[in-house]
């Protein structure tokens, strides 16, 4: 665990936007179906967003529509953007890629 670094996160109102991104401590260019999760308090981790490979991408139905993944290859370093954030999308949000867990970065929608 850690060899994932997310940063981005933190408190936002309700229909805000914010930019997850997660570091690699290698090239992303042969590193397919990088994912981000979260975990609610009280809840079990969930899946969010699939990076398979370039610009292809798959979302859980809970955020298709309003988050996007993108990769920037020269920086080792996936992004999650979040648009229309609800109270509900708060939770920590993790990068994972096969047995890489990153620490986790804390997202809050509050008024």
């Known amino acids: 665990q850690g060899q994932l670094v997310e940063s981005g996160g933190g408190l936002v109102q309700p229909g805000g936007s914010l930019n997850l991104s997660c570091a690699a401590p290698?090239?992303?260019?042969?590193?397919?179906?990088i994912d981000w999760y979260r975990q609610a308090s009280g809840k079990q981790r969930e899946f969010v967003a699939r990076?398979?490979?370039?610009?292809?991408?798959d979302y859980a139905a809970s955020v298709t529509g309003r988050f996007t993944v993108s990769r920037d290859n020269a920086r080792n370093t996936i992004y999650l953007h979040m648009n229309m954030l609800r109270p509900e999308d708060t939770a920590v949000y993790y990068c994972?890629?096969?047995?890489?867990w990153g620490q986790g970065t804390q997202v809050t929608v509050s008024s």
């Open positions: 994972h890629w096969q047995d890489w």
């Open positions: 990076s398979l490979f370039e610009d292809n991408a």
């Open positions: 290698r090239s992303i260019t042969t590193m397919y179906n």
